[in-house]
């Protein structure tokens, strides 16, 4: 028989392993219900706010003709120098000439650079501005030509110009940065793109200009657009359009960049004038080059389904709507007819990003002349507007908005004005020239157009580049 004390021995062992396991998973049960206590380190971090750098302007410089001699036809020389009008809210505007291309007679027939430096702890740069005109009235150049001074960029589109018989077209490239730069020309036409080797790799020198005429590259094309890419610095493009037609002038425009690839793309300020006559005047082989038109690319490798309307400014009669479906990579021109003189806002709504710019003409009693209408991005609350000094200049104001907006323009020497600008409307109002501070233009699309008998010119308003957001940096 067993002893009684080992059994109890026994018992007593296994009664405790038991108790033994029931209290570990108990305390295994309770470790992982129970939170641990933790313990985090943050990174450290600084966030650093770009300091605004100092504000510059390029205005692109005097109108070029080509050299008449077959031996240096491609050369473009600068004939007489624009007057300009630019100014800043705070500061003085530093002027430099950049080196020409051609050879002038003078330094003011060369593009200029404005600089306006930002003061030591400022938070935001200074509004300034810059614009420029220029008539024409030799016997192979007449017209007037007025264009705003823009900042310089990477990547633009210019949308117009024309290397059709009778036509000449130049790109201007000014380089105002004080590195290299290295461009890239895209030229796409009513064909799809432009086989042009000698569009790549142009080198546009520091603090200098490069005239680049058209035809050498894109010959016999009716509706070209060109891409503008650079690498190294930066440059303003510009492009300078002649017409003459048999040896009478037909006008002339210097056009800039228009707004960058976009499903919406509005046109403000679209002037029509003498239309009557103009249409009057159509025939040959030239029909239809003088009237009203829009002309649209598609960068992209979808086709567009486009639709443009054109709404009458206060004072004008209503305006029209179009449809056009446009093949991806092919230049499109979608003409306005149906419109009577006036002031238009065009708006060109796309399935697809497009870019865009339109096309009127004047007659004169013995002149004729033509615009290019770019579109434009939305201004800010307050900005500046330089009118430099040309024929009957308006200040045009178009309102996508669904609410009516209230604007000041307010002269350096004047009483402010004030004009209303209805919801999904627009409004003009006639300026002299000089400088001006626009007040309750948030999200309003500006431009300024000008008018004589059989002369007339055009250019948009565009907010300045975006700042450099804040960086966080994190130290190793």
Not at 5 to 18: D, F, T, Y
Not at 273 to 280: P, V
Not at 402 to 410: F, H
Not at 466 to 472: C, F, G, M, S, T
Request: glycine residues 12%; negative net charge; hydrophobic residues 40%.
């Amino acid at each position: 028989m067993a002893d009684k004390r080992g059994i109890a021995r026994v018992s007593m062992r296994v009664v405790g392993g038991v108790i033994g396991l029931g209290v570990a998973g108990i305390a295994i049960a309770g470790a992982s219900l129970l939170p641990l206590p933790s313990f985090q380190v943050a990174a450290p971090v600084s966030t650093v706010k770009p300091v605004p750098a100092d504000q510059q302007r390029v205005c692109p410089g005097p109108l070029l003709a080509l050299a008449a001699d077959a031996g240096a036809a491609t050369t473009a020389s600068p004939f007489g120098a624009p007057t300009s009008t630019y100014g800043a809210d705070g500061g003085s505007v530093d002027t430099r000439s950049l080196k020409a291309d051609a050879d002038g007679s003078s330094r003011a027939e060369a593009p200029q650079v404005l600089t306006v430096a930002t003061p030591q702890g400022a938070s935001t740069p200074p509004l300034v501005a810059g614009a420029q005109s220029q008539s024409a009235t030799t016997d192979d150049l007449a017209g007037l030509a007025a264009s705003a001074c823009g900042e310089a960029s990477a990547d633009s589109w210019l949308v117009g110009g024309s290397t059709a018989l009778g036509q000449t077209s130049l790109v201007m490239l000014s380089n105002p940065t004080s590195v290299q730069a290295t461009v890239n020309l895209s030229i796409f036409a009513e064909t799809g793109q432009v086989d042009a080797p000698g569009a790549a790799g142009i080198v546009v020198p520091a603090g200098a200009q490069k005239v680049v005429p058209l035809a050498g590259l894109a010959p016999s094309v009716a509706a070209p657009v060109v891409h503008v890419q650079s690498t190294g610095g930066q440059v303003l493009a510009s492009l300078q359009q002649s017409f003459e037609q048999g040896i009478d002038p037909r006008g002339v425009e210097l056009s800039g960049a228009t707004g960058s690839p976009s499903r919406v793309q509005v046109i403000s300020g679209m002037t029509i004038a003498n239309l009557a006559t103009i249409e009057g005047a159509q025939s040959g082989e030239g029909y239809g080059a003088d009237l009203p038109a829009v002309r649209v690319f598609v960068p992209g490798d979808q086709d567009a389904d486009i639709t443009v309307g054109a709404v009458g400014e206060n004072g004008t009669a209503a305006g029209n709507s179009y449809a056009q479906t446009v093949k991806a990579g092919v230049v499109a021109e979608i003409p306005l007819d149906h419109l009577k003189d006036g002031n238009y806002t065009v708006t060109v709504r796309s399935s697809v990003p497009v870019v865009a710019a339109a096309r009127t003409s004047v007659a004169g009693a013995k002149t004729h002349d033509f615009t290019w209408f770019a579109s434009s991005q939305p201004m800010g609350e307050t900005f500046l507007a330089a009118i430099p000094s040309a024929p009957t200049p308006m200040v045009h104001f178009a309102n996508p908005g669904e609410k009516d907006q209230k604007v000041t323009i307010e002269g350096r020497n004047g009483k402010p004005a004030t004009l209303t600008i209805p919801a999904e409307g627009a409004a003009n109002v006639k300026v002299g020239a000089g400088m001006y501070t626009v007040t309750g233009g948030d999200g309003l699309y500006v431009s300024v157009s000008f008018s004589a008998d059989g002369a007339a010119s055009s250019f948009a308003l565009n907010p300045p580049g975006p700042l450099a957001a804040p960086i966080e940096v994190y130290p190793r």
